[in-house]
């Protein structure tokens, strides 16, 4: 496997906070990294050095092979970038804004103007493609940067919380998109505070918590790595207000409603127990269900609680 992204011990200080703190590793040609981690953790700091925004204090980035430094040129001409918080051009239109992007790398003619509108046909703005970008919803403007991000026709595509503060509908047509690129063949680089996007987008998760990377893996096998946090909900046809905790299986217990979540490192011993107990008190199981860890719990249990 080819690694289309390698980061070795990327490291960035604005005066004395070190934002990224010795970082590495890679990304292989058609993943869809994710790069998740809470506010402040370092993404967009790290997406910036990536994408040669500002260079590193320490460190090297190999783009498709290339590196950054030595190579800027090349390297860039490998990557789209949706940065965090971008703006289009609000004078121009939509179609103006990819056409000004297209400028900047080079690309002229009428062959970019079929592929410009192409893109904005793909993000659902055909309709409006010569109205000014300052009509438009953030949602619709999203769309439009990421038109911009991908006129060059890149292997690699960043995107820094490229859903953020959109609607669902908007949502699931970048999350659509995202899909789409990645099966022609695209890399992506996602930033993200949202585990539930990047638990159904990614192939592969970087935890990232104050500038250092917790763990790097498959979102399921993030997930098998933290066993104890599995669990049974349960209910009972009748409450029997008994307390779990003093059980030894019995690692936590939390109210959900009407039912009990239950942790254990041995599901299958509380359950048995479990069965045991509504006999007793001549009740009957009305639902039980064992739960693998979430990617969740993964997270919360790796920086320390702060999900935001
Ligand atoms: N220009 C800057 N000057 C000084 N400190 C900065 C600057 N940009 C970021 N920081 C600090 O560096 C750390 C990492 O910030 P960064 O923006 O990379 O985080 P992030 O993971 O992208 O967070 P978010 O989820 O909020 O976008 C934070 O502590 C932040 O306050
Ligand atoms: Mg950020």
Redesign the pocket.
């Known amino acids: 496997m080819q690694n289309i992204i390698r980061v070795e011990n990327l490291t960035?200080k604005?005066?004395e906070?070190i934002?990224?703190n010795d970082i590495s590793f890679s990304v292989e040609k058609g993943d869809i990294f994710g790069f998740l981690?809470?506010?402040?953790?370092?993404?967009?700091?790290?997406?910036?050095m990536l994408t040669g925004v500002f260079p590193s204090d320490n460190g090297e980035i190999y783009l498709a092979g290339y590196n950054l430094k030595d190579n800027p040129f090349q390297a860039k001409q490998k990557i789209g970038v949706v940065p965090?918080l971008a703006n289009a051009y609000l004078d121009l239109t939509a179609l103006e804004n990819i056409l000004f992007m297209a400028n900047l790398y080079g690309l002229l003619g009428s062959k970019v103007e079929k592929k410009a509108e192409e893109l904005l046909n793909t993000f659902n703005l055909e309709d409006r493609m010569n109205d000014k970008v300052k009509k438009f919803s953030k949602g619709m403007q999203q769309r439009v940067i990421i038109c911009m991000a991908l006129i060059n026709d890149p292997e690699i595509i960043f995107l820094?919380?490229p859903t953020s503060g959109l609607d669902v509908e908007s949502r699931r047509l970048i999350k659509n998109i995202i899909l789409e690129l990645n099966d022609k063949g695209k890399t992506i680089f996602l930033?993200t505070?949202n585990i539930n996007e990047a638990n159904s987008l990614c192939n592969k998760i970087a935890i990232?918590n104050k500038?250092k990377i917790a763990a790097i893996n498959t979102p399921e096998n993030l997930k098998r790595t933290i066993k104890s946090s599995q669990s049974i909900r349960v209910s009972f046809d009748k409450d029997i207000a008994f307390k779990f905790k003093d059980w030894d299986v019995v690692n936590k217990v939390k109210k959900e409603g009407d039912k009990y979540r239950i942790y254990t490192d041995t599901p299958d011993e509380l359950i048995f127990k479990l069965t045991n107990l509504a006999r007793n008190h001549k009740t009957k199981i009305r639902s039980i269900n064992t739960l693998d860890p979430s990617l969740e719990d993964v997270f919360i249990k790796l920086t320390g609680g702060d999900k935001t």
């Open positions: 960035k604005y005066e906070l934002a990224v981690g809470p506010n402040g953790a370092g993404k967009t700091t790290t997406v910036r965090e820094d919380e930033t505070h990232i500038g």
